[in-house]
């Protein structure tokens, strides 16, 4: 795995002390988020602060409170003595995720739904070059970016719906439902369907009502029923029940 840092964007104007250093915070949990995302971090890897620290060039201290932030998240899992680790979450706890995904992005799109028509030009636009960004990644089999923008597009519709607070809780779900899926999934080719965001996005603009909603939650469904919760991980395994039929010793 290769250290090397994504180059820091110059900014025109400094930014206070405080603010600088959140951003700097925000950055690393963005990109731990992302490797999540992409499958460069899977479930069960060790992060060592050190080698954190080296990668974004910044202090052990501020490393060791990103995992803090990621471990009250539940992406990452601080274990006393030994470390902190990238969560591996049970088949119940990914469940959980995509049922609370079903709950929240059902009010983004209810939201949405109520917006007046036509839609803003602002968002018609970033939902279109959205559309098209996905179709290209899909077009160039770009696995990285097609994960990455499917993540995206989810927090788009949120950031649309103008309300933060859903928008905040969807970006902790999303890491987790990443994270699900690298644990869980049947076949390494899956992710969300470009062709269900293609729908959602025809859906929106055409405004026939309730419809987009309806989708989301069926593309919340497929996703989660891509993921097979039912045989792996469960170590909680009743022995005797796998060996009731045993012969009895003579
Ligand atoms: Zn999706």
Redesign the pocket.
């Known amino acids: 795995m290769t250290t090397a840092a994504p180059a820091k964007p110059a900014r025109r104007t400094p930014l206070p002390r405080n603010a600088a250093r959140n951003s700097a915070e925000a950055r690393i949990v963005r990109s731990i988020g992302e490797a999540i995302a992409d499958r460069r971090l899977p479930p069960g890897t060790k992060l060592t602060e050190e080698s954190l620290a080296e990668a974004f060039g910044v202090s052990r201290e501020r490393v060791r409170k990103v995992l803090l932030l990621l471990a009250q998240r539940r992406v990452v899992t601080l274990i006393p003595n030994r470390g902190a680790f990238v969560a591996k979450p049970t088949p119940k706890e990914a469940r959980e995720v995509f049922e609370a995904r079903r709950v929240i992005e059902r009010a983004i799109m209810d939201r949405l739904e109520r917006l007046p028509r036509p839609l803003p030009d602002d968002m018609l636009e970033k939902l279109r070059d959205h559309g098209a960004l996905e179709d290209a990644a899909e077009r160039a089999a770009d696995r990285k970016a097609m994960i990455r923008l499917?993540g995206q597009?989810?927090l788009l519709l949120a950031e649309f719906a103008g309300n933060a607070t859903l928008a905040g809780i969807l970006t902790d779900l999303i890491d987790r439902s990443s994270l699900a899926i690298a644990a869980f999934e049947r076949r390494s080719s899956h992710t969300?369907s470009a062709d269900?965001?293609r729908r959602l996005i025809a859906a929106l603009i055409g405004n026939r009502p309730g419809e987009a909603t309806t989708l989301m939650i069926e593309?919340l469904d497929e996703?989660e029923r891509q993921l097979d919760l039912e045989t792996k991980t469960d170590t909680r395994i009743d022995l005797k029940a796998i060996f009731a039929d045993e012969p009895e010793p003579a």
């Open positions: 499917s597009f989810h969300c269900d965001h593309h996703v």
